[in-house]
């Protein structure tokens, strides 16, 4: 072998920041005899290597790879002798260095199973102790100042090491071998009180006493506060209800291990791993009513009229700690919960809490008491939420765990673009390359706070991954919170700012999501989105590229009477779309407010026309009588997706699906829902006409599909917007589209809803930089 090829330079790119890379390189290096260095370079980590056994090292690196880490590509070349640092005659991990070039930040890691058996080991060092960790768990994004990823560059570094922490830091035969928050119970940061004076382990113990007697807990975790109490007491999750101003949605819960999970839940084939690694996020099962040990503990007041539970594992120590605290075992007092309602700390439509000011002004009203600690949280997260369709996550809310993990693009692009994502369940992106990093969630950008919380997580997050935008893309609204703060730093920037359809950024983000990059029918399926003419989508059929969108088709027109009222009332929705005599036979709304309804429509006062496919669901809801109004976002077409979920068949239908107009098609909806309207007066059963709704619509959605097929020869749709979270309509509209040749892209780890949206928004503006390029050559 030629003295050249016993050398090499690697460069490894991906998610090889804090799970313990170097240290495992180091021991793959010694195993293979190879020689050199390894250092984060900040954007990736950097190896040189010399040895006879190159190529089995190499091949080694992504079989072996740390089960925490994410290798997106490795780059080699064949280095100079002069190239080689100093120290490079054995092989060493040495010091950090940053340089230019794409940053990879990992999110935070679940506790391990082996630091979970340290904590209950009576004859561990760290028994018992809420802050263990190693290289494969622990907090990262949430307690990074800057990369690249060291002790020092973390809130961690507030908290010097003890001598035995700084011992096991430092030897390779450690599993905390680099492992950045290590710390102990002699030098890590302590639990504490906000109201009572208790600390430490009498802070913890006060906490489970609280939490057993019916009380309400603030818990600060990784990435901000929760709100905790015994989510088998009725009264103690009611009480929580009218304190948090929430009287229906549902409360996630913590459930003590998978056994619980089990006996209470039914769990698909395949969650259980999901569920168990290292992500820990919230994931929808159906709820048992009943098992082999009795009626569920479930509280009712969980989740009302829902067949579904939100259930995450304990995730932190301070959550084990909660469940199982072995020094209480012979105490009097009753065992703890097997199930605790672990909701997000924060007050109705602002961001989740992250600091003790934050906690004290808002949460102690809402709680007997607070537990907290000293470790800075330099980001919010709060938990991701999703369901699981066809074996794999179909995510809802994608925070914890998994940002900001980039998506990989189908192109590489030359300018680096932010997307400043939806004005509700708000997320932003940043651009750059062939990857899109996703912050965490940070939610509906009605309240100034979480306004003032998107701006401050931009700034962080774009100097953590060295990003600078050159152009910020906001929705077409000319009203939303997010366009004004897309402005306003395009201003303070010096960068243009751009607009993109709502719809078109929704089938962007799936095609991107996908990795694809031919044209799509993009199905795009939400409440509402500004359309180019100036009126109200939200049910469109938009044939599309990465160059733009022709809109082809949508649901039939209608009108919402009432402004904002409608949006919330579906029962507005069914007057307005139904003749006056089947709303009132139906009792929509009260005579007074028919009357008003009637005035509106034929004035045309407080009215405006839409093809919003999510009011659609909230009116056939409200028909049905599942539901009328909308206490939280969403909740009218649940219950109407309960419905049909409970149907043992759905009506027979034989009305028409799509009328053509010149080059455009509508969906025949509102025949669809008279018909609805006419079943439910004639007395037929309520699940069989929920589930023709959606059988017929996913039927309109086929056709309409079709109907493009014909004219442009496109065979593949992608199904976006929040009303695809509704997986029966989902999994209908998938067989039917599949079952007719059509490929079908669907997202799996990035929201349908807008909370994935920045993702298209970036992409959008990315190409847009790339064309205008191309026009100046």
Wanted: include cysteine; glycine fraction near 8%.
């Amino acid at each position: 072998m030629k003295e050249a090829e016993n050398r090499m330079r690697i460069r490894i790119y991906g998610i090889v920041q804090g799970v313990g890379f170097r240290p495992f390189i180091r021991k793959l290096a010694l195993r293979f005899r190879i020689t050199g260095t390894v250092c984060n370079r900040g954007s990736y980590v950097e190896i040189y290597a010399r040895g006879e056994r190159l190529s089995e090292f190499l091949e080694a690196i992504p079989k072996e790879a740390p089960a925490r880490s994410a290798i997106l590509k490795i780059k080699t070349t064949v280095p100079e002798e002069s190239d080689y640092p100093p120290g490079s005659e054995d092989f060493e991990i040495i010091e950090s260095a940053k340089e230019e070039g794409m940053v990879f930040v990992s999110p935070d890691i679940a506790t391990c199973p082996d630091c979970e058996r340290e904590l209950f080991d009576p004859t561990n060092r760290r028994y018992l102790h809420p802050f263990i960790n190693c290289t494969a768990c622990g907090p990262r994004l949430t307690i990074l100042d800057s990369m690249p990823y060291d002790r020092v560059r973390t809130s961690m570094g507030e908290f010097p090491m003890c001598e035995d922490c700084n011992r096991e830091y430092t030897d390779i035969r450690s599993r905390r071998y680099h492992a950045q928050p290590i710390c102990c119970n002699d030098c890590g940061p302590e639990l504490y009180l906000l109201k009572g004076p208790e600390t430490g382990k009498d802070a913890l113990i006060q906490v489970r006493n609280l939490i057993r007697r019916g009380g309400i807990v603030a818990i600060k975790g990784i990435g901000g506060f929760h709100l905790c109490c015994d989510g088998s007491n009725d009264e103690a999750v009611g009480r929580l209800r009218r304190l948090k101003n929430r009287p229906f949605k549902p409360f996630a819960v913590m459930m003590r291990d998978m056994e619980t999970v089990r006996r209470e839940c039914e769990v698909p084939e395949g969650a259980e791993e999901l569920m168990t690694g290292p992500q820990k996020p919230i994931l929808l099962l159906a709820k048992k009513k009943t098992h082999e040990a009795g009626a569920s503990v479930l509280s009712e007041a969980l989740a009302p009229g829902n067949p579904n539970i939100g259930v995450m594992l304990p995730y932190t120590p301070v959550h084990m700690l909660l469940f199982r605290y072995p020094e209480e075992e012979n105490s009097q007092e009753p065992a703890m919960p097997e199930v605790l309602v672990m909701t997000s700390g924060n007050p109705s439509g602002a961001p989740i809490c992250m600091t003790d000011a934050e906690a004290e002004k808002y949460l102690a009203p809402m709680c007997d008491e607070i537990l907290s600690n000293p470790r800075k949280i330099r980001i919010r997260a709060d938990d991701s939420v999703m369901s699981f369709y066809r074996n794999k996550p179909y995510m809802i809310r994608r925070s914890r765990g998994y940002a900001p993990m980039p998506t990989v693009l189908p192109q590489e692009y030359h300018h680096s673009v932010l997307g400043i994502g939806g004005e509700l369940k708000n997320t932003f992106g940043l651009l750059r390359g062939d990857m899109n990093y996703m912050s965490p969630y940070i939610g509906d950008m009605a309240d100034v706070r979480s306004v003032e919380a998107l701006e401050l997580a931009e700034e962080r997050l774009e100097r953590l991954l060295e990003i600078t935008p050159e152009a910020v893309v906001c929705d077409l609204h000319p009203k939303y919170n997010t366009g004004e703060v897309a402005r306003k730093l395009a201003e303070e920037k010096g960068i243009p700012c751009m607009e993109v359809q709502h719809h078109y950024a929704h089938v962007l983000s799936c095609m991107a999501e996908n990795e694809w990059d031919s044209p799509v029918i993009g199905v795009s399926f939400d409440g509402t989105g500004f359309g180019t003419d100036g009126t109200i989508w939200g049910g469109e059929f938009l044939l599309s590229d990465y160059d733009g969108f022709r809109r082809k088709g949508s649901i039939q027109p209608f009108l919402h009477a009432g402004g904002d009222l409608a949006s919330k009332e579906g029962w507005r929705i069914a007057a307005a779309m139904l003749e006056p005599d089947a709303a009132e036979q139906l009792n929509l709304g009260s005579p007074k407010e028919r009357a008003a309804i009637r005035f509106m429509l034929g004035n045309r006062v407080n009215v405006v026309e839409s093809t919003s496919a999510g009011r659609l669901f909230d009116g056939v809801s409200a028909i049905l009588g599942c539901k009328e109004r909308n206490s939280f976002e969403g909740e009218m077409s649940m219950q109407l997706q309960f419905a049909a979920e409970q149907a043992e068949a759905p009506e027979i239908y034989d009305g028409p699906l799509i009328s053509e107009k010149e080059d455009f098609f509508y969906l025949e909806t509102v025949r669809l829902v008279r018909e609805i309207a006419r079943g439910r007066l004639s007395g037929k059963d309520v699940g069989a006409l929920a589930r023709m709704f959606h059988e017929v619509l996913s039927q309109m959605v086929l056709e309409g599909c079709r109907h493009i097929r014909r004219e442009n020869g496109i065979s593949t749709a992608a199904l976006t917007g929040g009303v695809f979270q509704n997986t029966l309509l989902l999994e209908l509209c998938r067989n039917k589209l599949e079952h007719d040749g059509f490929r079908v892209l669907t997202h799996s780890l990035v929201p349908p809803n807008d909370g994935g949206i920045a993702l298209g928004q970036a992409v959008y503006g990315a190409r847009k930089l790339e064309k205008e390029d191309s026009r100046c050559v």
